[in-house]
Every structure is written in C-alpha cells, then in structure tokens.
C-alpha cells in the first residue's frame, strides 16, 4: 500500500484463478469486486469502516459506473495495482474513481468512475452526505458533477435469461453484490461470444435494488455498431416489470 | 510465503469483502477455492504449473475432499495463512492435505484431505502419475492411501433447485470450478438455515463432471441427527438422471 496523497489509496492484489473466467482474465464482475474492495480499503485506512458510515443513518450505494477497458489484460497470478479516489462531491453525490494498473503502472488495465448516493438502507430515501464520511477523503466539493455516459435503451432482445437470485449473490455487506449484476448482464451473450470478444467500455445504472429469492430477467439486444463504428450491445435487468439495472457495453472485435 | 519443509506450503491471504457471505465469513465454496488456489501456487513454485503437468498428456482432477471446520470462521479482512502438503501417494492417487490458519497459527479455522487423480482431460481415462509431477512434493509412497468419509445417501429429498451452468462457472483452467458445486448443494437450503448453522464437517465425492450449459438439479435430505446426535443434511447433485456430486455436511447448531 503506498499513500501518494490524501486523496490517492492504492493497494496491490495478485490475481487467483478464481477471480478470472474461461478466457484467463478477471471477469467484469470481479474487477468491479475489486474496485468495491479497494474503495472499502480506503474508507477503513481513514476510519470510516461500514459500523461508522452507517452511524450517521445510511449508508453507501453505487448508482453508476463508467467504465474503460485496455485491449491487454492481466492474467491469472500477475499481480496488478488497484488504486482510488475521491473526484468531486457535493451535497447528495459523490464521484470516485478507481484504476487497475500493471505493477510498473505502465499499463492502465481498467479505469473506472463510480457515482454514489448515501441512503437510508430500509426506506430507500436519498439523505444528504454527512459531511464527517466525505471530508476525509479530500474531494473537491462541486456544484455539478461531471456525468457519467448513459446506456442506451434496447431496441430488440435477442439474448435473453431468468438468473435467480441465490444465497451466495449476498456478500458480507448483506446486500446482493452490486458486482453480480454484470455476470447475470453478460452471460446469456454465451461462450462463444464471450470467449471471442473482450470489453472496450461499460456503462451501467443501478435503477431498483434485486434481493435474494428473487427471479431477474437479463435482456440483450442484437450486436450492432455505434456512431462511432464500435461492437455494441445493450442491457436491462428486469424483475416484476421492473427495470432494475441497464447498460450499454462496447466491444473489441 | 514460509517454506518449512519440501513438504509444506503456506501462503497469507486477506479476505476480501467478495469471498464472504451474508454471515461474514467465507462460503464453503470460497474455501475449497482457496485451497485450490495454494495447491497451483505449491505446485508452481515447484516448476510444476499447468503446462508441466498436461505436457504428460493429462491433468490434475479432484475426486473426493473430506473438511472440518471450526466453529469459529475468519471474517471478512483478516488475514489468514492458507497451507498445504502432499500426504501420500501411488501409482494412481495422490493426497493432499489443506489448511487454513489464523496467522498466530491457534486456530485452525478448517482442514481439508482432496483425493486427486490424473486423467486424460479428452477421453476422461485415468493415467498413472507420471513421476515427474509427484516426486517434487516429496509425499510418501504408499500401497494403500487413507481413505476419506462417504457421503451417506439420500433418504428424501426435502430441498431442491434446478441451477443452469454459467459462463462465469468457468475458471482459468477452463473447467467448471469445482468449488461452485458446493454453492449448488448449499443455495436450496435457504437463508434461513444457512445464516443460522455453521458447517462443522463435510465430504464431497465428484462423479461426473458438469459443463457449461447444462442445467443440474441440487437435491437436499430432511435435516437429520446422526449416530453421534449432530445435526446432518445428504446432498447430491444430478443431471439427465445421472449422479455429478454427493456430500454430507454436518452443521454445528
């Protein structure tokens, strides 16, 4: 772990092989696993663990993430970098970003920017950021933030799968892991898409919490190029009719 | 990394928020991970990765684990040594021991025996062990291996829940994880029961292997005491009416 300022938390992880899938490299979902751990990791080096976050009444929730991914990954055993920390704030959001970086920090494998809201874990209800959680990380404060890009809407679905919500999608935040939604949103792609592909960009929104025991539908459109003559998919997690979660991905060919 | 013996390899690992359940601490499933994870790193530091071993014409398989376990779990943070050593092996089998420790070493939060195998990964026909792969762990040869606990059979069969094999169920190795089995045999017995008993003991025999895109079938027995009055549940998973995995778990109330 260096400390390079107030601002900057970077730790080093070696990767198992766990935390990568059929094709050698982290999983979406693991590395956004990591960028949630690294963040939590900061927050208990400045003495804001959950016990004291969640004092104030509420409590952190992740609303968005952009995300950009090099070509090159790491693989299964390297040792990589994580790092993040505070953008901007103000009185009800909060702009983080992470990275994950080669040891020689020469290659920049994953750079991503998380929106957070702090909320009331049982009614749901936006509360402003006290500011005892915020102010040790050193954010500037902003009237506006920067905006993450938006996903886009899905025009048709051509992928398609229920994923039922399990025990082990609850981590030991008790909630279901934010970071499961992006393997229920790239699964039904399927392995032959999946193993020949490998992600550009993300962008996601958090629209509605999923709970265990609940039964969510993964929605895909039709690959298609973008404006910019990029491999693109759409994607919506739905329960009860219910848009819980949506995001536009961008792919290397 | 400590190096005792030829024989013995241990490891520190801290635990991340994303290889903890609901209740805190590690999943059955992140465990046997774990466990996999030090026997790769073992055998790595010996010359003998995956490329080394399959150079023989076959692989590494797990048959069978047999794991106690603590009442008391690490949790979410701490860091905790991660060991292994070979046992005993011959011409077909090789025994393996694990364990995790807290890093004074007084606890011994679980233990674990696997039963391996090597076998052509094609045609699924085991092959003796080359002496290349084994004599570096310098494990004993023996004619007759210690065998492991049997998962007694089920009698009913009170939980049950169909699960879909995943793209994200696959590992770096480019197999299922084995590990997943046991979040399969665990999920149906709900949260209720899972955040309230705590694994005490558990074998786990492999029998077929599962693959991506099949959908298998967990099936659960009553709750029932055994002949030494703890508290036992039989599990199995199946597919198009074959045996995959049986295990018995015994749990602490």
């Given amino acids: 772990m ?49 016990a ?34 505070a953008i901007a704030n103000n009185r009800f959001f909060a702009l983080r970003e992470f990275w994950i970086q080669s040891t020689d920090h020469k290659i920049e494998y994953a750079h991503l920017t998380g929106l957070f809201v702090y ?29 993450l890009a938006k996903a886009c809407e899905l025009k048709d679905v051509k992928f398609k799968n229920d994923y039922h919500v399990r025990f082990f999608d609850i981590d030991s935040n008790r909630h ?22 490998r992600l550009k960009h993300m962008t996601m929104r958090y629209e509605k919490e999923v709970r265990y025991g609940q039964t969510i539908t993964s929605e895909i459109s039709s690959p298609y190029y973008n404006e910019n003559g990029e ?9 009860d009719g219910q848009l819980a979660a949506a995001s536009t991905m961008i792919w290397y060919e």
């Fill in 2 to 50: 260096t400390l390079e300022s107030p601002l900057v938390y970077e730790t080093r992880h070696r990767l198992s092989y766990y935390e990568c899938d059929a094709t050698g490299h982290p999983s979406l979902s693991m590395l956004i696993s990591m960028a949630v751990q690294v963040s939590e990791d900061h927050g208990n080096l400045l003495g804001l663990d959950t």
């Fill in 52 to 85: 004291v976050v969640q004092s104030y009444g509420g409590g952190w929730v992740i609303t968005s993430y952009e995300g950009s991914f090099a070509k090159q990954q790491p693989v299964n055993g390297e040792e990589i970098i994580l790092g993040t920390r």
């Fill in 119 to 147: 909320m009331n874990l049982k009614t749901r209800h936006l509360m402003s950021i006290p500011s005892a959680i915020i102010e040790p990380y050193h954010g500037p404060e902003k009237k506006r933030l920067p905006r």
């Fill in 176 to 197: 279901v892991n934010n970071a499961r939604y992006f393997d229920w949103m790239q699964d039904p792609l399927g392995a032959e898409f999946l193993s020949s592909h």
């Fill in 231 to 239: 491999l693109a998919t759409d994607h919506r997690i739905v329960f």
